[in-house]
T-cell receptor
Framework: DAGVTQSPTHLIKTRGQQVTLRCSPKSGHDTVSWYQQALGQGPQFIFQYYEEEERQRGNFPDRFSGHQFPNYSSELNVNALLLGDSALYLC?????????????FGEGSRLTVL | GENVEQHPSTLSVQEGDSAVIKCTYSDSASNYFPWYKQELGKRPQLIIDIRSNVGEKKDQRIAVTLNKTAKHFSLHITETQPEDSAVYFCAALRAAGNMLTFGGGTRLMVKP
């Protein structure tokens, strides 16, 4: 049973560029959430996708956008990158209908903006 | 929205001693409180969780307590081992939405 998989694992971009990160949820899960974890801090909620729609959003600007596909996989897009966007981006999957709260995290995509 | 505060930010203990990490939350509607362990360069891994209808939960050397009235919960690790060294995060979740709010983390160092 595959867990949550993310790609790429590491990437380097320059200010102003755009980036797309990808996530495949744990088998059987239908909800994907994205979190940003800056160095030395706890993860911060970006947004959550269920049934191909954004259901909840944290305090992040519109430069952060996403998408969920019919197979439940998801993408996170960040436009006009800033130095402050450098972080570990974590994808987490869950089953929304259970409302158990348990999230399964992927290994993350470490983004460095120069 | 929810706000979770975690203390201490760093904790150093001798192998075999106990470690306690405390968190407070602000939203009385929160009803699920997980604890994650994150090793350097790795993903957060769930180590124990507790729901608001329970006051205490134990799993071998790890236990979590919850005080709903005071809105705080704690992680207790007994007989610490060097492999317990990591960053620990508490989190809180409201009934709807599966959106976790994390604390700032505690770096636990267990000295052999």
């Amino acid at each position: 049973d595959a867990g949550v998989t993310q790609s790429p694992t590491h990437l380097i971009k320059t200010r102003g560029q755009q980036v797309t990160l990808r996530c495949s949820p744990k088998s059987g899960h239908d909800t994907v959430s994205w979190y940003q974890q800056a160095l030395g801090q706890g993860p911060q909620f970006i947004f959550q996708y269920y049934e191909e729609e954004e259901r909840q959003r944290g305090n992040f600007p519109d430069r952060f956008s996403g998408h969920q596909f019919p197979n439940y996989s998801s993408e996170l897009n960040v436009n006009a990158l800033l130095l402050g966007d450098s972080a570990l981006y974590l994808c987490a999957s869950s089953l929304v209908w259970r409302y158990t709260g348990e999230l399964f995290f992927g290994e993350g995509s470490r983004l460095t903006v120069l | 929205g929810e706000n979770v505060e975690q203390h201490p930010s760093t904790l150093s203990v001798q192998e075999g001693d106990s470690a306690v990490i405390k968190c407070t939350y602000s939203d009385s509607a929160s009803n699920y409180f997980p604890w994650y362990k994150q090793e350097l360069g790795k993903r957060p891994q769930l180590i124990i969780d507790i729901r608001s209808n329970v006051g205490e939960k134990k799993d071998q050397r790890i236990a979590v307590t919850l005080n709903k009235t005071a809105k705080h919960f704690s992680l207790h690790i007994t007989e610490t081992q060097p492999e317990d060294s990591a960053v620990y995060f508490c989190a809180a979740l409201r009934a709807a939405g599966n959106m976790l709010t994390f604390g700032g983390g505690t770096r636990l160092m267990v000295k052999p």
